[in-house]
């Protein structure tokens, strides 16, 4: 089995990549023809193949990892497959080339990676051939969320920077095209283009990143970068440092002397190129994992249909900002100020993303939100050096955030039975009750909440509680600190104080999502069912014979079979009284629950995969231990890198975390059950101006239209009409103007009158009789070799010529003669002035002196 | 590819009623499978099948309502372009160095003289019969590209290949001197590549006038070919004007309502720099002849040896460089453009941005860089920034504000042209690739956006977005199909424009030729990406998103089979670029290089402030300069 597949030509991998890019192509181009039975076929082939193929090479992995540590080898163990070399570009500060291969490699790292995108990808796919069932684009849905499969594992797999940069376009792309699914509303189209642009903002820094990367490390690829990493730092123990210049803009003193001058500050702002890039990747995670500046575009891909929310705005397209930061670890722990901005960054968005969640009433904007939270705790994990923390809760996250969405859907899918508009069946307040119909997913629902606000024992808990201690007790340092010349200028060193800051923060955030978790889960699950009346069999029976019938075909319907056919005629049928008795919402059918069912599974369990507090099996941690090694000596522990006092703190310090789950679930239990929502209602309308912010996302957006977009945007109109108005009007115009008036001036002196003529003829006459009056002494010299130079006279009529080679005042000849031409001989590096004498036939003398230089003798041949 | 998907949504409603949905099952479905993924291993293991693997699967995708009149084309063209990549397989092209074809044969004149002579002999046909014209026109012009095809069997590396140097007038040294090098390889090929199909795409909305349409794009494709292959001074410049006559008749006659004042506008402009440059070249050709003692020459090698002082370079260069920026065009002289695009028919907006803007910079690439490296290093640095703010930036927001569709590409092209001018700016050989590449890449993806927006001006007769809306309900392959370019424009991995604009910012960044300001170039062409996104996805938006707006456009047909194969070979050629770069860089990579050394050459082996600074005197011929003519003196260096 081992053997079949050499590990540097695991050509299985073809196999993982291309099954659900074939299935993308086939669902594109025949789908229509196929007809949904073989699209559903064809879709579910390709992610399921594909996954089964990840197992073997999981497995493999795994066999080939044990096979190093028996060895006592590197454990970094790759299973790598090259294409075809793509491209090369410049490198290494410019001295050679770097080839860049269409290569794919799994890892420990991708490997989990690729096993949990084709394994949840595989339920979601399942989820969505029901839920999509009626829907008019099936094929086209389908063809898009296997492209996405593709291009997430191009993303995962791919062995250096570019192709990784491939999988992340891509993702960007199929989320654009799956936000605006339904593009015949505007707003959904505005929502992909918003969700494409952010994601765009960032890739200008992955790009940036890349520039600065290979220029320093003279390499793209995983392990050539962790190679040259050094250079980001300083590129040879004793040499300069790798500094990028801040300000003033380019490099050095750049403004010269002059009125720009005063920009020039004393000493250049610089960071150094490991900080540059650290920033740099840390923009491009901002966009496409949804933090803080970029978040804002998450929450509005909600617009698309709910299983590509689970699958792509969950469970694995935004988690990609945090495999890149693990991916490239090796270049964060360069850069401790770059780790606490991660950290920072993810801490902030944590508790800002659950203040939003707390009072929104859309199922799906809660869960949105409660992503770019639990993003944030992701971050603040990796920000803070617990890389397998951090890469832990994506893992977990993925099982019950997906979990999550998809029990929403199912939710959304049972009140679109009646409830047509999508606001008005995604918002929680017309639920409730729910979990006297909707068994099933009310107890997957309840798993999966149980582990994201963190009920002990659940994976929630696990994961979030590692990242808690380790927000409390890390401090990264520079591995590089003090060595070369980094011992003279120093490193920066985290304040001590920032670690309880971020823990403080991330247990606010944790509270928070315990409260408006269990919020959602009360006011959707339990209580009233708020949403129509649920009526007597009797009645319903009086009701069908009145003609009702099509409803209870709506109520098996996707939410989306509004008619793409004709746009006159969307919804108008749907208006109902809802006041009407009504069959009670209902279950979905086997396949969308049996994905929650296994979704809620490893949404309770996979925890015990890494429990942490020093238990005996800490699966994930080993498993990833060979990745971050090199990285681990950069990461050390507060109180002089006390690791007794670290060992000492993790169990007061579990305290947070379920204190958190007490304060939040109970407060919420008080709030929406004891009390039946009657303090949430008192609360918001004792702070209406507060209550109206936090649920206008504290106007985040408004913030951004009016400064950073605004910005752009009437730059853009000035340059615009700066075009019209200056560069078209007054440049080309007043060219044209000059040209016309010149004609206008000379068109005046045409007038056809002799004498005006016989004037101007005797102006020029005399013009001319003057030129040729007066001699011209003119001379090129011309290097004719053998360090010879010929100096020779421009010619003129009845020009006579004399030459003082040395300009001594004594010419060679006495007499004017015809010799227009002089020699010369200079040794390299002199120089000489030569006279020439011009004498014309009216006697009359030019004079001129010639400056002849021989330069110096050269280095390089010509 | 995703948004293939597109054109299945709801425009197939006619198709399904007579064409049964075939009911697929599993079995079938496997089988497929199986069969393509045979025929794939098959392939990879038998090369010389693959275009022809290529081909049929290409056919068999093309959706069934298409006849053969549609798969036949479309299935060539990806033979033509599988063949094309397998050919020049990195390793494949080593293994064929041994059997390098004889370069004899006059292949370059007759690419030239081709659509040439085939001008003049449309003149002859009579003008009712359009089928006659058309046809011919278009023969003309397959020959051509299948003329231009034996150019990929050479092994470029860093020499001139297919050298042919005739004297014309040897009394003033004008030699008729074409050859072809890496980099005008790939030039050569695009104007054959888009030539046809623009014509092709044309040959509906053009009705009246048909022969002089038709002798005016001829002699357009032979001026053009004639330009990138020159390397006469004197018979480059002839081939530069000659360009410039077909263009102002395209436009002027079959333009828009506007089309008096844009061409006359399109004509000074060009003109005025023209005009300058060739008062350089006749400079250069005596300062030639001075320095030689002999008869002057316009032959590029033998000028590249003059070593002139800064004095006078500085000039020589301004004026050549001012010819090249109208054309290409850069700021503040780019206004010409956004308004001869909107005024010309399709096919000239085609021609026009994919082939004619590069001539600019290849002018630029190879006289202004070849001739005078130093003026180059002075004012390269400063350019480099009108490139970025006043390309890349400035021509991005300007696009972004226009309300014109075409207006609207136009101005992406200022914004595209930067990368390019950027990449040759800094002087890196990856950067010059880049650019290099990026100029096949604009070709390709700005001609289909032109192709693209021309089949909706055919039935709308308006360029406004706020016409549009919706359209991918009525149109979805069409609205498939400018996505793809959208995507391909915005430079999305895996399409083209990505790895031109890769290889120029990392090349930029690496450069030392731009003063304090590498980093920041770099940077701020990285922002074109996010400007880039934003401006193309609104056109998208606006025009393919949301609901249907007005009623005129709600019955609008989809693409007709003519549209349909004039922009397929543009889609596939899109991911051939973005999949395969290398075949297009190892070609060009040797001539690249040549180019910046000669260009370092110059600079580091002069003293001082970079300027040889001494009497004008001939260095020797450059290594890679081809043999001379045999009517041709040898003059050494320095001699007199």
Known sequence: MLSLFPPNDYALIAVILGMPLLGAIVNGIWGKRLGNAAVRFMALAAVGVSFAASVVAFVALAAHVRQAEDASMDAHVKLSWTAWEWMHTAGGQGTGTVPIEIKFSIDQLSGVMMLVVTGVGFLIHLYATSYMEKDKGFARFFAYLNLFIFAMLVLILGDNLPLLFVGWEGVGLCSYLLIGFWYENMANAAAGKKAFIANRVGDFGLLCAMFLLVNYTGALDWSGMANGAHNLLHPNMTGPLSRVQLWPLGSGNVYPPGPLHFLNPKTPLTISAATAVSLALLLACTGKSAQIPLYVWLPDAMAGPTPVSALIHAATMVTAGVYLVCRMSFVFVLSPFAMMLVAIVGAATALLAATIAVVQNDIKKVLAYSTVSQLGFMFLGVGVGAFTAGFFHVFTHAFFKACLFLGAGSVIHAMHARVHADDEAQDIRNMGGLRKWLRLTHWTFAAATAAIIGLPLTSGFFSKDEILYRAFVDNPVNPEDGKGFLRKFGTFHIPPVVGPILYGVAVAAAVLTAFYMCRLYFLTFWGEFRGWTVGRPSLLAKQELAGTKHERDHALDAPHDTELEDADETHEHHEEDLSQPGYPPHESPWQMTVPLIVLAAFAVLAGWLNPGFHLPWQAMDHWLHPVFAPVSSAIQVRHANDHEWAERMEWPLALGGIGAFAVGTAVAWWMYIAKRGEPAKAIAQAQPALYQLVLDKWRVDELYDATAIAAVDSLAETSAAFDKSIVDGIIARLTSLVVAASGTILRAFQNGVVHVYAATMVVGLAATGWFFAVPHANATVVDAGNDDYVVTAAPGVGYAYRWDANSDGKPEKADFGADSTLKLHLEPGKSQTVRLEVKNAFGFVGKKSIFVAHPPAQTSSL | ?640
């Not at chain 2, 226009?402 to 950067?431: C, N, W």
Request: hydrophobic share 50%.
């Open chain 2, 1 to 640: 590819m995703a948004s293939q998907a597109h054109s299945h949504e709801s425009g197939e409603v006619a198709a399904t009623k007579h064409d049964e949905p075939l009911m697929f099952g599993a079995p079938q479905l496997v089988a497929i499978a199986l069969i393509g993924a045979a025929a794939l291993v098959g392939a990879t293991f038998i090369s010389g099948a693959v275009p022809v693997v290529a081909a049929v699967v290409v056919a068999a995708l093309v959706p069934k309502r298409q006849g053969w009149n549609v798969r036949a084309p479309i299935a060539a063209m990806a033979g033509l372009l599988a063949a094309f990549v397998v050919r020049n397989w990195p390793a494949a092209a080593g293994a064929a160095e041994a059997v390098q074809p004889a370069e004899t044969g006059h292949l370059l004149s007759w690419i030239i003289w081709t659509p040439i002579v085939g001008a003049i002999g449309i003149l002859f046909l009579p003008r009712q019969s359009h089928g006659a014209l058309r046809g011919t026109t278009l023969g003309l012009m397959v020959f051509t590209l299948v003329l231009s095809l034996p150019l990929l069997r050479a092994t470029m590396g860093r020499t001139f290949h297919f050298n042919e140097d005739v004297a014309w007038l040897p009394r003033f040294g004008i030699h008729y001197h074409v050859a072809v090098d890496g980099i005008s390889l790939w030039l050569v090929l695009l104007t054959a590549f888009v030539t046809p199909l623009a014509t092709y795409a044309s040959f509906g909305p053009i009705q009246k006038r048909i022969k002089d349409w038709c002798f005016a794009l001829l002699l357009l494709e032979g001026g053009m070919l004639g330009t990138f292959l020159a390397l006469d001074l004197f018979v480059f410049y002839v081939f530069w004007e000659l360009v410039l006559i077909p263009m102002y008749v395209i436009i002027g006659v079959w333009g828009g309502t506007n089309r008096i004042r844009s061409t006359i506008k399109f004509f000074l402009y060009t003109m005025f720099g023209s005009v300058l440059m060739l008062g350089a070249i006749l400079y250069l050709g005596y300062t030639y002849a001075r320095a030689s003692g002999g008869a002057p020459s316009f032959d590029y090698f033998e000028l590249q040896r003059l070593m002139i002082p800064r004095s006078a370079q500085l000039w020589l260069w301004a004026a050549f460089t001012l010819a090249f920026v109208i054309k290409v065009p850069m700021f503040p002289v780019h206004t010409w453009l956004p308004d001869a695009h909107t005024e010309a028919p399709t096919a000239g907006s085609v021609i026009l941005a994919a082939i004619l803007l590069k001539l600019g910079t290849y002018g630029y690439l190879r006289y202004s860089m070849g001739l005078f490296p130093e003026a180059c290093t002075e004012w390269g640095a400063n350019l480099a920034g009108v490139a970025v703010l006043g390309g890349i930036i400035y021509g991005a927001l300007c696009a972004w504000k226009q309300e014109d569709v075409k207006r609207l590409i136009a101005y992406s092209s200022v914004a595209h042209l930067g990368y390019v001018m950027l990449g040759l700016f800094a002087v890196t050989p990856a950067a010059i690739e880049g650019g290099v590449l990026q100029m096949v890449n604009h070709g390709i993806s700005t001609g289909m956006l032109f192709l693209l927006f021309g089949v909706i001006y055919d039935r709308r007769h308006t360029r406004h977005i706020d016409e549009f809306g919706g359209l991918a309900k009525p149109m979805p392959m069409y609205a498939t199909l400018f996505v793809v370019a959208t995507v391909a424009s915005v430079g999305l991995p895996t399409t083209n424009g990505f790895i031109g604009e890769f290889m120029v910012i990392t090349g930029t960044f690496a450069s030392n030729k731009l003063g304090h300001f590498n980093g920041v170039q770099a940077a701020g062409a990285a922002i074109g990406v996010i400007l880039g996104a934003i401006y193309m996805l609104m056109v998208v938006q606006k025009m393919f998103f949301g609901p249907v707006t007005k009623k005129e456009n709600r019955r609008l047909p989809d693409l007709n089979p003519r549209e349909l194969v004039s922009l397929a070979p543009f889609a596939m050629a899109i991911f051939v670029i973005g999949l395969f770069p290398n075949v297009l860089l190892s070609q060009m990579h040797g001539a690249v290089e040549r180019v910046v050394d000669d260009f370092d050459a110059r600079i580091e082996g002069n003293p001082g402030p970079r300027y040889y600074d001494g009497p004008i005197k001939l260095a020797p011929r450059r290594p890679e300069a081809p043999e001379l003519g045999a009517s041709r003196p040898v003059v050494a260096a320095g001699e007199k």
